[in-house]
């Protein structure tokens, strides 16, 4: 498992606060977002918030151990 410090991640992120953290593009978050990679709350014509233990799960799942 990846260990990392997530205690300064606030409870529920924006996508662009998610975006961010995961240092990817707006179409790539949208992919994530649409094809149920990464969970998200929908509160609009494409604005989204992301549960931090869902972008938690997502990164620790992602982790490339070669």
């Known amino acids: 498992m990846y260990s990392n410090n997530y205690s300064k991640i606030p409870d529920i ?7 961010s953290i995961l240092k990817i593009g707006k179409g790539t978050m949208f992919r994530l977002i649409h094809n149920g990679e990464l969970p998200a709350i929908r509160l609009g014509n494409n604005r989204f918030k992301i549960k931090k233990e869902d972008l ?7 982790v490339y151990v070669g």
């Open 13 to 19: 992120l924006t996508r662009k606060e998610a975006q």
């Open 56 to 62: 938690i799960t997502y990164i620790e799942n992602s």
